[in-house]
């Protein structure tokens, strides 16, 4: 099994919502990633879990949060975002992390649209 | 110096044909070279991938060539198919951050 999958597929908030997305793997991996990609323009990395510990932070506003429960889930909760958040944001796990060559498997995205 | 450039930004190909893009860099230490491919509503995926001691590398269909002193690569795809209508990322990545850097993307579409 190499699927990640992503909740919800598809989310419109206002900005004084709070809302969280979910992000879940089974294979095992250790090592998982968000990235923010807006439309015709590349992934670009918000955020790195390694065993569970923050090990990367893009200098992601603080109006984005990630959180991992576990080495299956990863979310990233959302609160007073701005309409040029609206984006397609992916989940990505990769073996361990420790290695920029390792695979990374990305999830469906959820698309956001903030208002 | 961490960017990578690609080219072109959109291409079409007759079915059967050969779609090449193109990539290059400016920063030696990338080591590692990798191209995603993405579909409408999916993320993307890796593709292939090369190292800077090899000058070529082919899987299936796919190609990549890497030329180290000219600091460019490039995927061609042969036999293209309509099913290989993508968004296609090229990559690479410093040893020193391990982070990937990614290309601005070329839409490919394969005429049936």
């Known amino acids: 099994d190499t699927e990640v999958t992503q909740t919800p597929k598809h989310l419109v908030m206002g900005m004084t919502n709070k809302k969280s997305l979910k992000c879940e793997q089974h294979?095992?991996?250790?090592?998982m990633y968000w990235y923010k990609q807006k439309a015709k323009k590349p992934p670009e990395l918000m955020f790195v879990y390694s065993y569970e510990k923050l090990s990367i932070n893009e200098s992601v506003p603080s109006r984005f949060s990630p959180e991992c429960p576990n080495s299956s889930l990863l979310n990233l909760h959302l609160h007073a975002l701005q309409p040029e958040d609206s984006a397609l944001y992916l989940c990505?796990?990769?073996?361990?992390?420790?290695?920029?060559?390792?695979?990374?498997?990305f999830g469906p995205g959820t698309r956001l649209l903030v208002l | 110096q961490q960017q990578v450039k690609q080219s072109p930004q959109s291409l079409i190909v007759q079915k059967g044909g050969i779609s090449i893009i193109n990539c290059a860099y400016e920063n030696t230490a990338f080591d590692y070279f990798p191209w995603y491919q993405q579909f409408p509503g999916k993320g993307p995926a890796l593709l292939i991938a090369?190292?800077?001691?090899?000058s070529e590398k082919k899987e299936g269909r796919f190609t990549i060539s890497f030329n180290k002193s000219a600091k460019q690569f490039s995927l061609h795809i042969m036999d293209s198919q309509p099913g290989d209508s993508a968004t296609y990322f090229c990559a690479a990545s410093d040893p020193r951050d391990d982070k990937i850097i990614f290309g601005k993307g070329t839409r490919l579409h394969i005429l049936p």
């Open positions: 294979m095992g991996h250790r090592a």
């Open positions: 090369i190292r800077p001691d090899v």
């Open positions: 990505a796990s990769s073996q361990t992390g420790t290695s920029v060559e390792e695979t990374q498997y």
